[in-house]
C-alpha cells in the first residue's frame, strides 16, 4: 500500500475529515490565476476558520467597548471575553495560573520583552547567552540588542547537516557565566522539532532559565509548560489559525513578579503620581495601553476550533502529509531537501539545482501553489548550508494529499523546464 491510502485509513480510523475541515476555511475555495488555490504557507502563516472570523465580527457588530476600566455592559462584556481568552490559553498551555499568561502582539514582541526586561535587570559584563543556529531573526536580534548594551556575549548552539542540534556543543558551551538561554522549539526554516525537555533539564541543573520559541510549535506540538518545566515560552496567534497582531508570553510567576514593566502607560499601573508609580499587578503589569482586544477574542476563538478537532488529530495527520511530500520529492533528480532531522514538524524546505527559489515561487504560484521562498528569517541557516536561500512547503490542518501531488507535479515541470 502506498503512503497516501495508509494515510487515508488511518484517517478515516480517527475520524479525520479533512473535507469537513476545508469547508471552515472560505479562503481556499478561491483560484489564483484560474487554478484552485493550495495553500503551502502555514509557517509563515495560517489561514482563519470562519468561528475565528465569526468571533471578530460578533466583537465589532456587538461588544466593541475598551476594557477593565469601564463599568458600563459593553466595556463588561468585552472585559470578560478578553479575559475567558487568557483562561483558554492558560488550560492550552497547562499553565499553573491565569497571571502567567501575557498577551502580546506575537512571538517577536514577547521575546524582546524578556531580553529587555529579564535581560537590563540580571545581565552583566561577561555574561553569557546561548541561543541557537537554527533562530529566527525575532530570536537573535532582541539578544544581541542587549547583549551589546550590557556587554554580554552571545553563544550559539551549531547545528549538524541533518538540521539537528549539536547537543554535545551545548553541554561544552553552557558554564556558570550562561545566564540565559533562548532557543526554537521547532525550526521554521528546517522542520527540526528540538531536545527542549534536555535543554531545559540541563539549563536547570545548572540554575539558568529557558526561553521556548514556540512559533513553530504551537499549532504542531501540544505544550505542556509544566511538563516542560520551561521558564518562558512564546508564540503567535496567527500560526495558530487565529488573527494577526496577537501573542503570547507565558513565564513562570517567580520571573515575572521579579521582572521590571516593560512598556508604561495605561492599565500597567496601581497608582500614579510624579513623585512615584505603583505597577499593576500580573499579568498587566506587562499589558500596557489598550491591547488588541479582538484579536484576543479571535485566539481564544482558534484555541476552542484547534481543541474540537484535537491537536494530536491534527499532527498526526500533518507528519503523514510530511512522510508523504517527502517521499515524493526525494524521488526528484536535481532536488534536494533542507532538513532531514529526525524529528520534525511539518516544514519542507529544498533547492533545486541550478533553479533559484524565487523562480521555484514564480513558477508554483502560477500553479495556484502558495510557497514561501528566502531566507525565512533565518540568514544564519542559509549561511550554514552554503545558500542564498530555499523554497519551503509548509502544511497546516487542512491541507490535502492532492495538493502535495499538485506542488509535486509543479516541481517536475519546473525541472523540465530549467533542467
Ligand atoms: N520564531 C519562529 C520560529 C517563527 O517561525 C516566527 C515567524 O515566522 C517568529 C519567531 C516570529 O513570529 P512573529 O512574526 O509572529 O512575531
Known sequence: MSLKSDAAVQSAK????????????????QLVHGKPLVYLDNAATTQKPLQVLNALEKYYYTMNANIHRGVHALSQEATEAYESSRIKIKKFINALGKNEIIFTRGTTESINLVA?????????EGDEIIISQMEHHSNIVPWQLICEEKKAKLRVIPIDDTGELVFEEFEKMINEKTKFISVVYASNSLGTVNPVKQIIELAHSFNVPVLLDAAQAVNHLKIDVQELDCDFLAFSGHKLYGPTGIGVLYGKVNHLENMPPYQGGGDMIAKVTFEKTLYNELPYKFEAG???????IGLGAAIDYVEK???DKIASYENELLD????????????KIIGTAKNKISVLSFVLENVHPHDVGTFLDFEGVAIRTGHHCTQPVMDRYAIPATSRASFGMYNTFEEVDVLVNGLKKILEVFG
Do not use: W
Open 309 to 311: 478537532i484535537g491537536l
Open 324 to 335: 508523504y511530500a517527502t517521499q515524493k520529492i526525494s524521488e526528484l533528480s536535481g532536488l
Open 116 to 124: 529587555q526586561s529579564y535581560g537590563r535587570k540580571y545581565f552583566n
Open 14 to 29: 480517527t475520524g479525520y475529515d479533512v473535507n469537513r475541515i476545508r469547508k471552515d476555511f472560505p479562503i481556499l475555495k
Open 290 to 296: 489598550t491591547p488588541n482586544i479582538a484579536g484576543t
